[in-house]
Structures are given as C-alpha cells and as structure tokens.
C-alpha cells in the first residue's frame, strides 16, 4: 500500500457543488426511476442495410428508422391497421421474418427463468396486414424462422412443433418425449440457460430441409424446490390456505447434469436422426449454429471442466461429424467464446483467450485459420461484424485502458481504426451493411448519449442525449466521482473509485462504505454511466449525501487485465477476492480523512458472498456489512458456473472446504443478510445453513427475507424497502 493515484473524471462544472439550493436525492424516487436514463432498446438491423426497426414506446407500432437519419421510415406494424378478426391492444416483441415479408407478433408473455418464457404468438403478414394464431395449442416458447421464412418452429411442453405458412399455417409435432423434469427438446435446462446465456437450442439448417435440435435428458438430475406463498405484488391466490412449492431440475456442484444429444429431422421424409458428435459422456452442448452450407450444422461442444472447445462440422442428413477447431486453454473457456460467435459466408469468427488475452479469429468451415484478426496486451470485449465487402472487422476493446471500452475497425491491411469519439465506454448496434452504427457512449459522470454514425466513426445524429436527466441532476448535490489506484501489501495493483460528499472537507473523518461484485471476470470499476448502483453512482451519491463516502474496488479475479490476472483464482474462489477487498479497506484507512473504525462493504450475489469472506478473512477491518443473496458454499451452486472455477468438490475438497459458511466463527463486524425465498438461482438454502453457522458459533446478526422474490428482489415495494434496510443497516452500525 504505497502509492496512490487520484484521477477526477468529470463533474458537473454548470453547477456549484455547494448550492443551498441543491436537492438532496429521495431513496424511494430513486429506487422508482426517476433518474433512470432514456435508452433506445430493442434495435433490430434490417436486411438492406439501411434501417433498423424499433417496437414504439407505447408497445402498439414497429417502425424502421433510416440509420444515416434517424428519422422514421415507415411503419411495419400498428396495433389499429391490422385486419382479420384478431384485435390486439398492444405486443411485447416481435421477430421479423428473414425475407422480411412477415413478423411473430409475442403477446402474453410469461417469464419462466432470467432468459425464458413462454408467449402467445401471431403470424402478421406485412402485405395484407393479417394477423393469424400461430398456434391454437397454448402459449409458445423460443420460436425460429426458417431461412427462406416459409416456417416457424418452436417449443411447447417440452416438445418441438413445425409450422408451415405455405400450407395454411398447418402445424405438425416434431418429438412427443417431452416430459417436465426428464426431457426437453429445442431449449436449454435450467443451468444449461443460466450459464450458457441462452434459451433456444433450435435452428433450421441452410436450404431449410432440416430442422436440428439440443435434447436434454435430465430424468437423473437431482432437483430442488423452493415455497410458494400468497405474497402481494403479485398475489398468489392459490396459497391462500395452503402454501405451494415449484420444484426442478438443479445439478449442483459435483452432481449429475443433463445428458445431450443433437437431433436433426428431415422435413420433407420426417425420419428424426442423431448426430454422431464426438462427446464426453459429462459434457456439455452449449450452441448450435447453422452455417452458410446446408450440410454442415456447426456444434459447439464444451467438456465438463470447460477447458476444452470443440466445433465440430456435422452433416445433418447422413448424422457425420468432423471435428473443425479444437479451442483449448489454461483453466477454463469464458463465456465470449460462444456468445460471440459468428457464422458468416463460408467461414466463421470466434473469439479466443488462447494467448492470455481474448483475440478475435478467422476460420473457413473446414477449420482453416485464416486470420488472427486482433492481437496485443488488451481484450476485445464485444464483436460486432465482419464487412465481407471490405474485409474489415468491428469490435471493442480495453486498448485505451482497462476502465474504458472504445470502438474499433481493423481493415483487410490490418490497419487499425478507433471510431468511437470520446473516452468512457462505448457499445454500438451495426447495419447489416456494417456502413452505419448506433453509438452508446457514457463515462462515470455523463448519461448515456446515442448517436448515430458511419463506420469512419462520424456522427450523423444525436438520438438521445440526455439532457433532461443531467438538467435533473444540476439541481442536486452531487459529489465528485473519483478513480483511483493502489498497490496492496503483496504488490498487487488494483483499480477502484470513489464518491465523496458535496461539502467534502479534508480535515474531517468520514466513514467509508465499500460495494463490490467481485466475481471471475466481472468489472465493476469502469469508465461508464453503468458504475455503481442505479446509473451514475446515484446510490453512493445518496450515501454520500448522508455523509458517507463510497468505494469500489476490483479485486484479483476481476477482468478487463487478461487472462493471468482473471483465473488467478481458479480452484480457490472467495480467498483473494477477500484478501483484496480488506486491503482496499486498510488502504482507506490510511488516509486522513477516512475513519478507520467505520468502514462497512456490502455486496449482492457473488458480491454478498464476497462480503462474506471478506468480513471473516481474519482481519477484523469491517465494522458493518450487508450481504444480499450470497452464496455461502459452492457445494450448494450449480455445476456449470461453480465447477468452471473449481472444478468438482471431489476433484478440490479443500477448495469448497473454505466457504463463508466454514468461516462462520471468524465473524467480525455487524451483518445484515437478506435474501428471496423463491430464489431459484443462489437459493435461500444458502442463507439459511450460512445464520445457523453463525448462531452456533454463537455469532450475532440480522436477516431480512423476502417473500416469493426471485434473485434479483423486486416487485411492488420491495426494491425500495430493500435499500432502505441496506442503508438503515449502515447508519445504525456506523454513524
């Protein structure tokens, strides 16, 4: 802990910090949004390159705007025009059909898992302006144009159905072993969904002749249940006498998983076959894509370690399969690896951590590296498209630091272009042309700005700027968000940043709040509006005006440094994490104006969990902290995310071995723990063996449970009641 740097990023200079005038920020108008910024979501490129289709504010029209002008264009859907005997008041989303002539009007929908659901979906014909049922056999999940646009399929009751337009929207069952709890057919389980970050495994081949699928056996998985109560907000009538429980299939740690398998079925004979793709017997399917020929299905497979990737080619006619990249790196695959993957004429892109650093790559179908397109001491952190016209390549990337994301174009030359305009971070949505991009640009004191560009990285057009949030936010009294750096006491340097009161004065001893995440390759110390709680550090600055000071700081583990920085804690989850976050906190104890006596974290998720180890690392640093929906044990998580970073309790004891719960007696500080009861994620399970822990070790604490809250906590008044006890908690323990 020797040296310290201290970087002002921006502050609202057309205001004066210390106005009698400025508003101070109300919990309950902040946990509402009304400071949230305005956004634009749901942009969906359209195929001639040019425009882009959004679902209105109302949720009534689907518009395409001109992506050189952002003007509007034309209407593609509108509630009030459309014929036939169904009448709609509004829609939830849609899916445009590849040869655009039609769109699957989503209504009814109903949230299942973070990703799945299930919807009422219409056929809208874009000539006659019709509107037909897609199905008249109940709601419907994951649905899939084909190519030429002709079919949907989709996924009912675990089982996959065809629909044809050209014959009058006939429908026919594709699989009838579709059972709950034993097999699903065309969309993930839940782990395979949670952690693999999707909720369709279905997809037509090329030339439309085949429909190819993900089944997943999960007959053997053991399963788990959480209670049912009548709750408010929503209310749950059907427990009002007695009290329910939804039970399912969740493989914890060590424990047996979905087995996999990909099926194709031909269209025109029905014969239903199995691909022959090499596997593990514990393995795990997490993509299948379709690729530009029609006799090559691409089947992303992964072994259960997860350091292993394979994409094999597999004919979905004669059921071969031919293995086409073999990824393998030290420790474990991320996420990038098949989230951003892309299939384009005759080849595809992947991304790779293989040099310590995640590069993008360029390979035919037959596997054939064609390209290591980017390559350095930076991560690309979002691609957004290959220009086959040009040969250039688009993407993000930490190459202007590690808290800051800018954009990218690398030419056929390897020429390499930055296109995005200002310092902070960026993201872009591209045309299907590449020529056009839609910008979103923030840093830690500016709301979100949407422009419009061209792929020179020009500004077209402000779409959003955000004037009235930041008008908003002149009128309140706001402190200065800071970044800063510290070496730890083994030498480690870490990133963090602050929010210290408006009327700050340096010969005063404030009391300091830590927040963090903390988990494998997360980021929370960024250059963006996204920083901290709420947009903006708006919660800290809250904090703050309640004279505390907020800090946040990314521990070892965290990403954005390359890959020897992230997996340094593979096998060993929570231990360096915590030993940084108490490094944080004696590093803030050093400095003059910081009470060293009152110093709290907090943390949600893995943070809670971090906050956890942190406040039983066995210095006693913490007066107060807040853990919300911890995991307390990694025996107690699922397979897929926990054995990434630990591999099997059987394979590492002693690594599940030291666990918040195993440290229990180590307490040190006053705790708040509060959690969902319908937590289907991190289970209430969790927090209830961690207090029983700490009553046995004779440990005081304090808990707050909410009634049929999933793991994000919310409904009705619940978030707002949530973050008063937080910040309740915080005044009680350590003002």
Same mark, same amino acid.
């Given at each position: 802990?020797?040296?310290?740097?201290?970087?002002?990023?921006?502050?609202?200079?057309?205001?004066?910090?210390?106005?009698?005038?400025?508003?101070?920020?109300?919990?309950?108008?902040?946990?509402?949004?009304?400071?949230?910024?305005?956004?634009?979501?749901?942009?969906?490129?359209?195929?001639?390159?040019?425009?882009?289709?959004?679902?209105?504010?109302?949720?009534?029209?689907?518009?395409?705007?001109?992506?050189?002008?952002?003007?509007?264009?034309?209407?593609?859907?509108?509630?009030?025009?459309?014929?036939?005997?169904?009448?709609?008041?509004?829609?939830?989303?849609?899916?445009?059909?590849?040869?655009?002539?039609?769109?699957?009007?989503?209504?009814?929908?109903?949230?299942?898992?973070?990703?799945?659901?299930?919807?009422?979906?219409?056929?809208?014909?874009?000539?006659?302006?019709?509107?037909?049922?897609?199905?008249?056999?109940?709601?419907?999940?994951?649905?899939?144009?084909?190519?030429?646009?002709?079919?949907?399929?989709?996924?009912?009751?675990?089982? @996959?159905?065809?629909?044809?337009?050209?014959? +009058?929207?006939?429908?026919?069952?594709?699989?009838?072993?579709?059972?709950?709890?034993?097999?699903?057919?065309?969309?993930?389980?839940?782990?395979?969904?949670?952690?693999?970050?999707?909720?369709?495994?279905?997809?037509?081949?090329?030339?439309?002749?085949?429909?190819?699928?993900?089944?997943?056996?999960?007959?053997?998985?053991?399963?788990?249940?959480?209670?049912?109560?009548?709750?408010?907000?929503? #209310?749950?009538?059907?427990?009002?006498? $007695?009290?329910?429980? !939804?039970?399912?299939?969740?493989?914890?740690?060590?424990?047996?998983?979905?087995?996999?398998?990909?099926?194709?079925?031909?269209?025109?004979?029905?014969?239903?076959?199995?691909?022959?793709?090499?596997?593990?017997?514990?393995?795990? %399917?997490?993509?299948?894509?379709?690729?530009?020929?029609?006799?090559?299905?691409?089947?992303?497979?992964?072994?259960?370690?997860?350091?292993?990737?394979?994409?094999?080619?597999?004919?979905?006619?004669?059921?071969?399969?031919?293995?086409?990249?073999?990824?393998?790196?030290?420790? $474990?695959?991320? #996420?990038?690896?098949?989230?951003?993957?892309?299939?384009?004429?005759?080849?595809?892109?992947?991304?790779?951590?293989?040099?310590?650093?995640?590069?993008?790559?360029?390979?035919?179908?037959?596997?054939?590296?064609?390209? *290591?397109?980017?390559?350095?001491?930076?991560?690309?952190?979002?691609?957004?498209?290959?220009?086959?016209?040009?040969?250039? $390549?688009?993407?993000?990337?930490?190459?202007?630091?590690?808290?800051?994301?800018?954009? =990218?174009?690398?030419?056929?030359?390897?020429?390499?272009?930055? %296109?995005?305009?200002?310092?902070?971070?960026?993201?872009?949505?591209?045309?299907?042309?590449?020529?056009?991009?839609?910008?979103?640009?923030?840093?830690?004191?500016?709301?979100?700005?949407?422009?419009?560009?061209?792929?020179?990285?020009?500004?077209?057009?402000?779409? %959003?700027?955000?004037? #009235?949030?930041?008008?908003?936010?002149?009128?309140?009294?706001?402190? *200065?968000?800071?970044?800063?750096?510290?070496?730890?006491?083994?030498?480690?340097?870490?990133?963090?940043?602050?929010?210290?009161?408006?009327?700050?004065?340096?010969? +005063?001893?404030?009391?300091? @709040?830590?927040?963090?995440?903390?988990?494998?390759?997360?980021?929370?110390?960024?250059?963006?509006?996204?920083?901290?709680?709420?947009?903006?550090?708006?919660?800290?600055?809250?904090?703050?005006?309640?004279?505390?000071?907020?800090?946040?700081?990314?521990?070892?583990?965290?990403?954005?440094?390359?890959?020897?920085? #992230?997996?340094?804690?593979?096998?060993?989850?929570?231990?360096?994490?915590?030993?940084?976050?108490?490094?944080?906190?004696?590093?803030?104890?050093?400095?003059?104006?910081?009470?060293?006596?009152?110093?709290?974290?907090?943390?949600?998720?893995?943070?809670?969990?971090?906050?956890?180890?942190?406040?039983?690392?066995?210095?006693?640093?913490?007066?107060?902290?807040?853990?919300?929906?911890?995991?307390?044990?990694?025996? !107690?998580?699922?397979?897929?995310?926990?054995?990434?970073?630990?591999?099997?309790?059987?394979?590492?004891?002693?690594? =599940?071995?030291?666990?918040?719960?195993?440290?229990?007696?180590?307490?040190?500080?006053?705790?708040?723990?509060?959690?969902?009861?319908?937590?289907?994620?991190?289970?209430?399970?969790?927090?209830?063996?961690?207090?029983?822990?700490?009553?046995?070790?004779?440990?005081?604490?304090?808990? *707050?449970?909410?009634?049929?809250?999933?793991?994000?906590?919310?409904?009705?008044?619940?978030?707002?009641?949530?973050?008063?006890?937080?910040?309740?908690?915080?005044?009680?323990?350590?003002?």
């Amino acid at each position: 802990m020797k040296r310290f740097t201290l970087f002002l990023i921006l502050s609202f200079s057309h205001f004066l910090t210390f106005n009698s005038f400025a508003a101070n920020i109300d919990l309950k108008d902040l946990c509402s949004g009304k400071y949230s910024a305005k956004r634009i979501y749901g942009v969906h490129p359209l195929n001639d390159g040019e425009r882009y289709s959004q679902l209105s504010p109302d949720s009534k029209q689907i518009v395409a705007y001109s992506f050189k002008t952002g003007e509007k264009e034309s209407t593609l859907f509108d509630v009030a025009q459309t014929r036939g005997k169904v009448k709609l008041e509004r829609i939830d989303g849609y899916i445009i059909s590849p040869d655009e002539k039609n769109i699957l009007i989503q209504t009814q929908t109903q949230s299942i898992y973070r990703r799945s659901k299930t919807a009422v979906y219409y056929i809208y014909n874009m000539v006659n302006r019709t509107l037909t049922p897609l199905s008249d056999g109940g709601p419907q999940e994951c649905p899939v144009w084909s190519p030429d646009g002709y079919m949907v399929a989709f996924v009912r009751d675990n089982n @996959i159905f065809l629909v044809k337009l050209l014959f +009058n929207n006939s429908e026919s069952q594709v699989t009838k072993d579709g059972k709950f709890n034993h097999i699903i057919n065309g969309k993930p389980d839940w782990v395979n969904e949670e952690e693999f970050v999707t909720d369709r495994s279905l997809t037509f081949n090329a030339d439309n002749t085949m429909l190819c699928w993900i089944r997943y056996d999960e007959t053997d998985v053991p399963t788990f249940s959480f209670p049912w109560y009548k709750g408010m907000s929503p #209310e749950k009538k059907e427990y009002l006498t $007695y009290p329910g429980s !939804y039970e399912y299939k969740y493989p914890m740690a060590g424990e047996q998983n979905s087995r996999v398998s990909v099926l194709s079925f031909d269209i025109k004979s029905h014969q239903t076959r199995t691909l022959q793709v090499p596997l593990d017997k514990d393995g795990y %399917i997490p993509r299948i894509f379709p690729t530009s020929d029609a006799s090559k299905l691409a089947v992303v497979t992964l072994n259960r370690h997860q350091d292993r990737m394979d994409i094999y080619m597999a004919n979905p006619r004669s059921t071969e399969a031919r293995l086409a990249v073999r990824d393998e790196v030290k420790h $474990y695959i991320g #996420e990038n690896a098949y989230n951003q993957m892309l299939f384009i004429d005759g080849g595809f892109i992947l991304c790779s951590e293989r040099d310590g650093w995640n590069h993008i790559y360029h390979y035919d179908l037959n596997g054939n590296l064609k390209k *290591q397109v980017t390559s350095g001491n930076y991560a690309v952190t979002d691609f957004y498209g290959y220009d086959d016209k040009t040969g250039s $390549y688009f993407y993000a990337s930490t190459q202007e630091g590690v808290t800051r994301r800018a954009i =990218y174009k690398t030419d056929v030359k390897g020429k390499v272009v930055k %296109i995005s305009a200002k310092p902070g971070t960026n993201s872009a949505v591209f045309s299907k042309s590449m020529k056009y991009f839609m910008n979103v640009y923030s840093n830690i004191s500016t709301p979100p700005v949407t422009t419009l560009c061209d792929q020179s990285g020009r500004t077209l057009k402000t779409l %959003i700027d955000n004037k #009235e949030l930041v008008d908003k936010l002149a009128g309140l009294n706001l402190g *200065q968000r800071e970044f800063f750096s510290f070496r730890t006491s083994n030498g480690t340097e870490l990133n963090g940043y602050m929010v210290r009161p408006s009327d700050f004065k340096p010969s +005063n001893r404030y009391p300091v @709040i830590l927040f963090q995440y903390s988990g494998p390759g997360s980021q929370q110390v960024l250059d963006s509006w996204n920083a901290g709680n709420m947009g903006g550090c708006l919660y800290e600055q809250y904090l703050a005006q309640r004279g505390f000071i907020s800090v946040c700081v990314d521990g070892r583990g965290t990403g954005g440094r390359g890959a020897d920085f #992230e997996k340094q804690t593979y096998l060993k989850l929570g231990q360096m994490e915590a030993q940084d976050q108490v490094e944080a906190a004696l590093y803030m104890a050093s400095i003059s104006y910081v009470d060293k006596n009152r110093i709290g974290i907090w943390g949600w998720s893995y943070g809670g969990f971090c906050t956890l180890m942190s406040m039983s690392e066995g210095r006693p640093v913490f007066a107060a902290g807040v853990a919300v929906a911890p995991p307390t044990c990694w025996r !107690y998580y699922d397979s897929v995310y926990t054995e990434r970073f630990m591999r099997t309790p059987q394979e590492n004891p002693d690594g =599940y071995d030291v666990s918040a719960i195993s440290r229990a007696p180590q307490l040190s500080g006053n705790l708040l723990i509060c959690h969902g009861l319908a937590d289907d994620n991190v289970h209430f399970r969790n927090t209830a063996e961690y207090v029983e822990a700490l009553v046995q070790a004779d440990k005081d604490f304090k808990m *707050q449970s909410y009634t049929n809250r999933n793991h994000s906590i919310y409904g009705g008044n619940t978030r707002y009641h949530l973050f008063r006890q937080i910040t309740q908690w915080f005044e009680r323990e350590m003002k």
